[in-house]
């Protein structure tokens, strides 16, 4: 509830640090020593307050935790106590203004926990995990702060603020109901302890993920089994064996996802095989990495908590916040695209069975067969596959003169890599980020490799967000999981990994771009059914001729790649796509299924893959060949900040595609165009409904028809 994702009790942060007072001087001493010597106690002195990442070390963190939540209860209790009137500037500003100590930890130990983390910080992850739940809880359900903010509430329209010092209000009054503030004392004991349980619950559940993904990689005794990889894959398979202590053997690391990147390449089918259902087992088999119970058990707290707060189920509570607003809006647009989404994906594996049986008239195609069989369908139908892509990507090239050629034009953004600053880790570049006018606007972190101690997928997190309160400006990250070659090769990305670089450099953007006064809705602080928009119209650039003809050039030799290369990219934009709708939908669905039900219709951990299955069957999108792209015992999205939210990339593509559309319409790759998406939405954050901010760019509600399109789901599916 507070203004950034940070916890733990008020009475347990006092004595904890009350705890390590010693009475004696030399213990005093020792402990100012000890503060002063801790990054996180002060403002970094480094440019835009970058991390001081050398300096930095894991026995700084719980101190500073500790410390941090001392001070922000002590702020808090000034707050609430504050014999003066309640005032805009005493109660709302002075709550933005707290906990600076912690926001500052907290910023860079959850970061660097998905980006490079230890077992000493793992350890920490899950020490202060429920302790952050309670001093969070101990702010929200203050009854002192919630009269203060309540009473200024109701004068809201009497006070005289600015539109966006009006919503600021607005929004900490919904965020103290919604946390629980009017609940009786009871429930109050009751909604604390089921946070508490849930904070460690959640912690488990993604350290077992990241756990499990490192543990269950796939060991190939002979190079032989991986024909069809690359030689550089194949080495880079032989690089994780043998720091696995295998030499001699190719490991094959599995990412967070369903599907797997090695099949659509091995020819061994046996090996597909033994890859997919590795995969899709994961958290599943017993042993110590099984989720079903920790999953089982978060589920039905969700729905007690939802049900002591007065709501049906605990997606009604999490979508009334949203854009969405109700589960009947979610339901309709994903049981209204199932249809028609299997129909496409059972049209391609018809394609693909041909060719299966053109080579064996026995073979009958699974789910371990569609990709390896779909790059087949691509190369006979449009006569290219995807390893030919792979050498026009050069990673660095696609970061550099593509993803950032394309903010010149569209924002007239320069960049320029500063190798002065410290790096959490080697693989990680700092990019300095100037402004059309040549003013300073932001520090990039630019993360691309995958490695054992990182989160899998790919992200954007901010270690500085934008306020005109304070006066920082922003330094953000992207993340990627991009396999690192062998030293001495080129890094080849597809095509998916190109998109995604664009993608999560829309997110970026969007945090740099940040324009507002209050900490509380910097940069992408906006509905989570919204929060991907924007990055998704960014991926329009990577295909943009201008933008492709400036990057898309060949490792070796920089010729540009071959336009009928292009043109036949382009002609298969649709190519597989009912797959592609099928497995984001079933994801989609089974969230909404767990978390639209009440207590006693949720299963005990034994249940939990027959629920799934139930919920597939259910929406008609159970299809075999095409498995969620998350089951439920590694959907680490909605055990994060997806919770009942998944559906967001779809509908955020709804305004994403109209978006597109509008920027064809207006000329496309022009400075006037990128100038106002960035002053209409982009530099808003959250200081405006996310829908009117959309209505202010696009002139009209947005319109669900051009997504339609994009995807192929404008004709009527066939009837079986």
């Known amino acids: 509830m507070h203004k950034r994702p940070i916890a733990l009790s008020i009475a347990l942060a006092l004595a904890t640090a009350s705890g390590a007072l010693a009475d004696t001087a030399t213990a005093a001493d020792a402990t100012q020593a000890s503060k002063a010597m801790n990054p996180f106690f002060h403002t970094s002195p480094l440019p835009y307050q970058f991390p001081q990442f050398d300096k930095i070390t894991n026995a700084d963190y719980v101190p500073a935790f500790e410390e941090g939540m001392k001070q922000g209860a002590a702020e808090i209790e000034k707050i609430a106590n504050n014999p003066e009137k309640p005032s805009f500037e005493n109660t709302i500003v002075a709550m933005e203004k707290s906990g600076e100590i912690l926001d500052r930890v ?429 990055s998704q119209v960014n991926e329009m650039w990577a295909t943009d001729p201008a933008i492709l003809s400036n990057y898309a050039k060949h490792y070796q030799t920089g010729a540009q790649i071959p336009q009928a290369l292009l043109d036949k990219v382009q002609a298969a934009a649709q190519f597989n796509e009912g797959f592609r709708t099928t497995e984001y939908l079933a994801a989609s669905i089974l969230d909404q299924a767990w978390h639209q039900k009440e207590v006693e219709q949720l299963p005990d951990a034994d249940g939990v893959l027959a629920f799934e299955a139930a919920a597939l069957d259910e929406a008609g999108i159970n299809f075999p060949l095409v498995p969620p792209r998350y089951r439920t015992t590694y959907f680490s999205h909605i055990i994060g900040g997806y919770s009942a939210g998944y559906y967001s990339y779809l509908w955020s593509e709804v305004l994403d595609a109209d978006s597109v559309e509008w920027f064809k319409e207006n000329g496309g790759l022009k400075r006037e165009n990128g100038d106002h998406f960035r002053k209409t939405l982009l530099s808003r954050g959250g200081s405006e409904d996310a829908m009117k901010i959309f209505e202010d760019f696009r002139g009209r509600a947005p319109d669900i028809q051009p997504l339609l399109k994009r995807r192929g789901l404008t004709a009527t599916p066939e009837t079986e």
């Open 106 to 534: 907290s910023t860079v130990f959850y970061s660097l926990v998905g980006t490079n983390t230890n077992d000493e910080m793992q350890a920490i992850q899950a020490q202060m995990a429920p302790k952050l739940s309670a001093y969070s809880d101990a702010i929200s359900l203050n009854e002192k702060l919630y009269a203060r903010v309540k009473a200024l509430y109701d004068q809201v329209d009497d006070l005289g603020l600015d539109p966006e010092s009006k919503r600021l209000l607005e929004r900490y009054h919904t965020d103290f109901v919604r946390a629980g503030a009017q609940l009786s004392a009871e429930d109050k004991v009751k909604v604390k302890d089921i946070n508490s349980q849930m904070a460690s619950l959640q912690t488990q559940f993604s350290q077992n993920v990241l756990k499990e993904v490192n543990a269950a990689a796939i060991i190939v005794d002979s190079k032989d089994d991986l024909k069809g990889m690359s030689d550089s894959d194949i080495a880079a398979a032989a690089a994780v064996a043998k720091a696995r202590g295998m030499e001699g053997k190719y490991a094959i690391a599995l990412l967070n996802t369903s599907g797997q990147p090695a099949l659509d390449s091995l020819s061994n089918r046996a090996l597909r095989e033994r890859i997919q259902k590795a995969s899709i087992a994961r958290g599943s088999q017993g042993g110590e990495f099984d989720n079903r119970e920790i999953f089982s058990k978060i589920a039905k707290l969700r729905a007690e908590r939802a049900a002591i707060m007065g709501y049906a189920n605990h997606a009604e509570y999490v979508l009334e916040d949203a854009t969405a607003k109700t589960t009947d809006a979610v339901n309709e647009m994903l049981f209204g695209l199932a249809p028609a989404a299997v129909a496409n994906a059972k049209k391609e594996a018809a394609d693909m069975q041909k060719v299966a049986q053109a080579e064996d008239k026995n073979f009958k195609l699974e789910a371990w067969d569609w990709a390896y069989y779909a790059e087949k369908v691509r190369a006979e139908r449009y006569a290219f596959d995807e390893s030919q892509l792979r050498p026009y990507f050069e990673m660095n090239n696609v970061l550099e003169n593509g993803v950032f050629y394309a903010a010149e034009k569209l924002y007239g953004l320069t960049f320029k890599k500063r190798t002065d600053l410290p790096l959490y880790h080697e693989d990680t570049s700092v990019y300095e980020v100037f402004d059309a006018d040549g003013k300073h606007l932001a520090l990039f972190i630019a993360d691309m490799y995958a490695r054992g101690n990182k989160r899998g997928g790919a992200w954007m997190n901010a270690y500085v967000s934008q306020n005109g309160l304070t006066g920082t400006t922003p330094v953000v990250a992207n993340h990627l999981n991009v396999p690192k070659p062998p030293k001495g090769e080129p890094t080849l990305l597809t095509f998916d990994e190109v998109t995604t670089m664009f993608h999560e450099f829309g997110h970026a953007l969007h945090g740099m771009f940040s324009n507002v006064k209050y900490p509380r809705f910097a940069g992408t602080s906006v509905p989570r059914d919204f929060v991907e928009y924007p």
